[in-house]
């Protein structure tokens, strides 16, 4: 059975580097795993996996013209990942939808970790229709905390489970202050100088750092999740 769980967060927030080392500490613990970037107006999980040039992206898959394994790429560390093509014009024409993508993977997986949009728009919102589980990506600020109560109820109206919150960026323990989003805080992640070093590498934190404090703590919130 296929598991897909959504990464979910304001734009800034650090979700694609969560939805990356989360996908990334899931793989090293002995699990298929497959990462998707399903943020297709504004992708980034291929410049943090180091994939520069993309013949096939899930660009193509929407369109129509390749199938989902073609779009499959391997990272170093032998993680699969599905990119999106950053190059690729806002308004091209979808005739398929990422609902029914997440379809043609299943089997292929063990786990298939989805990036988001940022934004609540309808692309992101059948994205959480077809995910069995929504992980809200938030901050320490009240902007993000309110962006992170909407997706809450967003994806659970959505039939979506919301398991729970993380914090990321974090300098201290905020666990008091998020008791309002009614949901348990599964990770805080720290914030690390070493991120910034691993984009620039092309390699997730928990590859290029892999006993940071961030990495870390990426590696128990994936046991946690399993």
Do not use: W
Request: with cysteine.
């Amino acid at each position: 059975m296929t598991k897909c769980i959504a990464i979910s967060g304001k734009g800034g927030s650090g979700k694609t580097t969560v939805a990356v080392n989360l996908a990334s500490a899931l793989h090293n613990s002995g699990k298929n795993v497959i990462l998707l970037d399903a943020n297709t107006a504004a992708p980034h999980v291929a410049m943090h996996m180091g994939f520069p040039e993309l013949n096939v992206s899930l660009h193509e898959v929407l369109e129509g013209k390749n199938s989902i394994t073609e779009a499959i790429y391997l990272h170093p560390s032998g993680l699969k990942v599905i990119p999106s093509n950053i190059s690729k014009n806002p308004a091209y024409k979808k005739n398929r939808k990422i609902g029914s993508v997440l379809l043609d993977l299943i089997g292929k997986a063990a786990v298939v970790v989805m990036d988001l949009p940022p934004t609540l728009s309808e692309e992101t919102l059948s994205a959480i229709k077809a995910a069995d589980e929504t992980i809200v990506v938030t901050n320490p600020e009240v902007v993000s905390l309110a962006d992170a109560l909407k997706t809450i109820k967003l994806a659970e109206d959505s039939g979506s489970v919301v398991p729970g919150v993380i914090l990321n960026k974090s300098k201290r323990n905020y666990k008091i202050e998020f008791e309002q989003l009614s949901k348990r805080l599964i990770s805080t992640i720290p914030e690390d100088k070493n991120i910034p070093k691993s984009l620039s590498m092309g390699h997730p934190v928990v590859y290029s750092h892999p006993f940071s404090p961030a990495a870390l703590e990426f590696r128990r919130l994936a046991d946690t999740l399993s």
